[in-house]
């Protein structure tokens, strides 16, 4: 939201208005709901003239459709309400409820600001009353004098990003594989020694097992 304090005296003995253009401070702080419907901007703010708003500028502008309530001339007329698209608000720092609500509002952007940044500070509309638009910055030099150089108006995001989505890539299937199972492949028949039991796979070398070691016969057995 592009936010003008009027007459703004610090550090602008001039009294000449300011600009900063501050996105995502407290809602309940700017608007409150109408009960006319919509919603209404909460007392010091007040909506800036859109001819005070140069085109090149409006890009910092967030319009929004606000409730305006004007109160009857007497009791015998009804009240106007309308409905308004603002580009910008603004506030008079001259009056107490004004200097409260920049008082709140710097406690904020310096608690909202990351420590290694300087915390952003509004900026002069023009060097005068006279001059045309013409954002300026006021600075002391090393005499402690004020003066003006030309300056960009600063915008402050204190939103919070909200987290991206985290793609999850879709899970590659399982192949299962066949599980093989080892067979153990046994003879139809096995030829065996009555002695001592050994395995011979046909009678030709049972019959020489025997003949060594047991002079028995052979044995033949079926599995």
């Known amino acids: 939201m592009l936010i003008r304090i009027a007459g703004h005296y610090p550090m602008n003995p001039k009294h000449i208005d300011k600009l900063i253009c501050i996105k995502g401070l407290p809602e309940e702080w700017i608007f409150k709901d109408s009960v006319y419907g919509g919603k209404e901007l909460v007392k010091p703010w007040i909506p ?3 001819e005070n708003i140069p085109k090149e500028i409006r890009h910092l502008c967030d319009p929004v459709e606000i409730t305006i309530y ?3 001339i007497n009791s015998e007329r009804k009240p106007v309400i309308d409905k308004r698209t603002i580009l910008g608000i603004k506030f008079e720092y001259g009056t107490n409820p004004g200097q409260e609500l920049w ?3 710097e406690r904020y952007l310096d608690r909202m ?3 290694d940044q300087k915390v952003p500070v509004p900026v002069l509309v023009a060097p005068d ?3 045309s638009f013409s954002p ?8 402690g004098a004020l003066e003006l150089f030309p300056a960009e108006i600063p915008v402050v995001d204190l939103r919070k990003e909200e987290p991206k989505p985290v793609e999850i890539e879709d899970p590659k299937p399982i192949v299962s594989r066949p599980v093989i199972e080892q067979v153990k492949v046994v003879p139809d028949k096995v030829f065996l020694c009555s002695g001592c039991n050994k395995e011979f796979k046909n009678d030709l070398g049972l019959e020489i097992h025997n003949r060594r070691m047991h002079k028995g016969k052979k044995v033949l ?3």
């Open 129 to 131: 009353h006279k001059s």
């Open 70 to 72: 004007t109160a009857p």
């Open 48 to 50: 800036d003239i859109d």
């Open 136 to 143: 300026h910055i006021s600075m002391k030099n090393p005499r």
């Open 221 to 223: 057995a079926e599995v």
């Open 113 to 115: 600001t990351p420590r």
């Open 103 to 105: 008082d709140k509002i």
